[in-house]
């Protein structure tokens, strides 16, 4: 399914502070503002607001869910699922749960609520409030939900997710990754050809506050903000994945000579990978910046390459390249049974001498990542669940921290922090020595403010991830340490087999970067000759096909 919208893509009602609840009644979007307990239709085509409960707002703050059945709001208020009549807005209690209620379904008789310290998706009928029967939930995070006919369409504040599952069984459908962070709640709204699937998001926002009155006036503070955004999905149900809502992103990547020493160089070859074309990365054009270059291609991967006859010492110029690419989400709901069917394929002869050896320093014959290794997936055999059980282990053992050098996987470690560098190490010396093929892949992410369109936007740092292989199925992303959120975890799979349309993929298995010239100095550092300038520019937003 595809959704389009008939008004703006980004919908920020006037008026509201942290939307808990989305539902559709006819065709009115409502929605509730758990900071002011208002109940709110939103017109999707102009952000004009209307509160529907001006007397009776106090009642309804903090509380989660919405369901419109019957003339009746269903809402979740601490451990208590309460029913309220449309017209008088008197509260009926309808069941209480050992926790915090997080969202509210209503369909056909029965009531779906969702709970995340129990971990569980609650079925209850809706004249008796008897509980039918329990889903385990998807993700790991606060979970608000929907239900249709034949499914249950959940998202997942943590996960950064939607799941859609089969309303009777429980059974995951598809899941697919959304493009903010933190939905809290999720609408169908009728539309021809397909409804359109309407994800509320919440966050702080930080920015410098001008105060007159103050000795300093610039002051860092905090405000809330909340929208809704049609969330657009494509489905290639052959290979198991769904992209969403993507991005036209112009990527530049540019090199400013600014030599530390004296030197002169002849003969120079200079290299720079170009953005790899992926089922979720699509390459419209790329020309150069500041000096020409030719594209060369190597096992499908395509480099920019510079030539000089000499460089001179302390020379300045420009060289780079910039690129206009299509970025989608990617997320693959492949299962440890999809995969066991291809069990008897085996690793292609040329990836079993790329990807399943140390040839990246990532001490894969010292006994700490030997033993790490063997601890880490213990009797598992299918591919899928040792990937997940090497990178929880590691998430286990590792916390985030930048360091001013990359160690080897051992040292890593045994110290405890890691970089991203670092994370990527320690994963693919366990997953190698383990059987699975591993690359390193990556080198920068977009900063995530898909809103802020034709507006120069600069990473502060590079990144790396890593894809792993699956015989009979292919490559498969895997970020290295953004998911190690919580102490211990349980840790969410957003990006376990999946990439947000941020992620921008400049170089598979391959050196990003390199210079080979006749008369290159021992030790020599590109960084001693060259400062790096990246920037990005979201241009607009595109509906994803497969």
């Known amino acids: ?19 808990s609840g989305l539902a559709v009644e006819d065709d009115r979007l409502l929605a509730v503002d758990l900071i002011r307990g208002y109940l709110l239709q939103i017109d999707p085509t102009n952000d004009h607001t209307t509160i529907l409960n001006p007397q009776h707002a106090k009642d309804w703050i903090n509380t989660a869910g919405l369901a419109i059945s019957l003339g009746e709001a269903w809402l979740g208020k601490r451990r208590w699922v309460i029913r309220y009549d449309l017209q008088t807005f008197e509260p009926t209690p309808f069941v209480e749960l050992p926790y ?10 029965l009531v779906y609520v969702t709970c995340q310290k ?20 998807p993700g790991v995070g606060v979970a608000n939900l929907v239900a249709t006919e034949d ?48 994800v509320a998001y919440v966050e702080e926002e930080p920015y410098v506050r001008d105060d007159p ?7 860092l503070t905090f405000r809330d903000r909340t929208w809704i955004h049609a969330l657009q999905v494509a489905h290639n149900w052959q290979d198991h994945y769904t992209l969403s809502n993507g991005y036209l992103v112009e990527l530049s990547y540019v090199e400013e000579l600014q030599p530390l020493d004296a030197l002169t160089l002849n003969q120079v070859e200079w290299r720079i990978a170009l953005p790899s074309e992926t089922v979720r990365q699509r390459v419209r054009k790329v020309e150069p910046i500041g000096h020409p270059f030719t594209i060369e291609e190597v096992d499908g991967q395509k480099f920019a390459v510079f030539k000089f006859d000499q460089l001179q010492p302390y020379q300045n110029g420009l060289l780079g390249w910039k690129a206009l690419v299509e970025l989608y989400s990617f997320k693959s709901y492949l299962t440890p049974d999809d995969v066991e069917i291809h069990t008897r394929k085996r690793i292609p002869k040329v990836l079993k001498e790329q990807y399943l050896v140390d040839n990246d320093e990532l001490a894969m014959d010292t006994p700490t990542i030997q033993n790490a290794a063997k601890e880490a997936v213990g009797t598992e055999t299918n591919i899928l669940r040792k990937m997940l059980k090497i990178r929880n282990y590691v998430y286990d053992r590792l916390s985030y921290g930048i360091q001013p050098k990359i160690d080897t996987p051992d040292i890593a470690l045994d110290r405890g922090i890691a970089s991203c560098g670092e994370y990527v190490g ?101 960084g001693d000759l060259a400062l790096n300038h990246i920037r990005f520019t979201i241009i607009d937003e595109l509906s994803p096909k497969v």
């Open 118 to 137: 129990s971990g569980y998706i609650h079925v209850f009928d809706s004249k008796t409030a008897k509980l039918l029967t329990k889903f385990s939930q």
């Open 151 to 198: 499914a249950l369409w959940i998202c997942d504040r943590e996960e950064q997710t939607v799941f859609c599952l089969d309303r009777t069984t429980g059974e995951l459908r598809w899941s697919a990754l959304t493009p903010y962070k933190s939905p809290t709640a999720i609408a169908l709204y009728p539309a021809d050809p397909e409804p359109i699937c309407y």
């Open 100 to 109: 915090d209620v997080d969202g509210v379904a209503v369909w056909d008789g």
């Open 1 to 19: 399914m595809v959704s389009v919208p008939f008004g703006p893509s980004v919908i920020r009602p006037i008026g509201a502070y942290a939307l």
């Open 426 to 526: 320690v994963l693919l010396a366990l997953a190698r020595l383990n059987g699975i093929a591993c690359r390193t892949v990556g080198r920068y992410k977009c900063p995530p403010h898909p809103d802020r369109r034709n507006l120069p936007l600069e990473p502060d740092f590079n990144h790396v991830w890593l894809e792993f292989y699956v015989p009979g199925v292919g490559w498969l992303p895997m970020e290295s340490n953004v998911d190690d959120v919580i102490d211990r975890g349980p840790y969410p799979t957003r990006f376990f087999m999946g990439l947000a349309w941020y992620h921008a993929e400049l170089g598979k298995g391959v050196r990003f970067e390199k210079m080979t010239a006749e008369n290159l100095p021992e030790n020599f550092a590109l």
């Open 213 to 219: 009155n103050a000795r300093f006036p610039y002051q």
